[in-house]
């Protein structure tokens, strides 16, 4: 059975197909698209070692275009799975092909890194628009993260909120249930231990106790 493509993927993947379209399309866009889904899907599921294959290949297949700016695509996918699970930081991969980079794909450069310029905003995929736009207040801001159907870019955004200091009690139970709903065992983690921080941090030890418990489940089968 072939996975099931997530939007966020298929944004990517659909730019990186027309950008050289044909018909019909050639083996290497449908072995890139692939190879990327199953990518993401190992890496959130905390098998790093089918992830590293798998982006291998699909490394391999954008190659045979000799073509840099279509590597940065796959290169920004791959860092967008770690920033949804909360791990912040250059994308190096992109930094290799920055220069030959395009502005959609600079704009969603800065907005991993939360220096998104106001003028950049309209370059990125259209679920994750509204989520850089500024806050305006907790109820809305859940509200328009609830609305985002894709839960890769629900993550992604209420990870750069968390790290601006926007994540509410409400965003974070959010991106939990995403994580969890998802069976996506590596964000998962990193997002309950956020929530039993701030549990513990707030004198909640029944609260924390709580989310220990999931957090001991999460690991029950294996290290994500």
């Given at each position: 059975m072939k996975p099931r493509l997530l939007p966020l993927v298929l944004t990517f993947m659909t730019m990186l197909l027309t950008a050289c379209a044909g018909t019909p399309p050639p083996d290497w866009q449908m072995n890139a698209q692939g190879a990327m889904q199953l990518t993401l899907d190992a890496y959130?599921?905390?098998?790093?070692?089918?992830?590293?294959?798998?982006?291998?290949?699909?490394?391999?297949?954008?190659?045979?275009?000799?073509?840099?700016?279509?590597?940065?695509?796959?290169?920004?996918?791959?860092?967008?799975?770690?920033?949804?699970?909360?791990?912040?930081?250059?994308?190096?991969?992109?930094?290799?092909?920055?220069?030959?980079?395009?502005?959609?794909?600079?704009?969603?450069?800065?907005?991993?890194?939360?220096?998104?310029?106001?003028?950049?905003?309209?370059?990125?995929?259209?679920?994750?628009?509204?989520?850089?736009?500024?806050?305006?207040?907790?109820?809305?801001?859940?509200?328009?993260?609830?609305?985002v159907a894709d839960p890769l870019s629900r993550l992604l955004g209420a990870a750069l909120w968390l790290q601006v200091g926007r994540a509410s009690p409400a965003v974070l139970a959010l991106a939990v249930d995403t994580a969890s709903a998802q069976g996506w065992r590596r964000p998962l983690l990193a997002w309950l231990l956020v929530q039993q921080r701030r549990a513990a941090d707030a004198g909640d030890q029944a609260e924390a106790a709580r989310i220990g418990r999931r957090i001991e489940l999460v690991f029950a089968n294996g290290k994500p």
């Open positions: 959130l599921a905390g098998n790093d070692r089918v992830a590293t294959n798998e982006f291998t290949r699909a490394r391999e297949e954008v190659s045979r275009t000799g073509r840099p700016e279509l590597m940065a695509r796959a290169e920004l996918l791959r860092c967008a799975a770690d920033v949804a699970s909360l791990q912040f930081g250059v994308c190096g991969g992109f930094e290799r092909y920055r220069a030959d980079a395009a502005a959609p794909e600079l704009a969603y450069a800065a907005y991993l890194q939360g220096r998104l310029a106001a003028g950049q905003a309209a370059q990125l995929p259209a679920a994750q628009q509204p989520l850089a736009a500024p806050s305006r207040g907790d109820a809305a801001d859940l509200a328009t993260l609830q609305a």
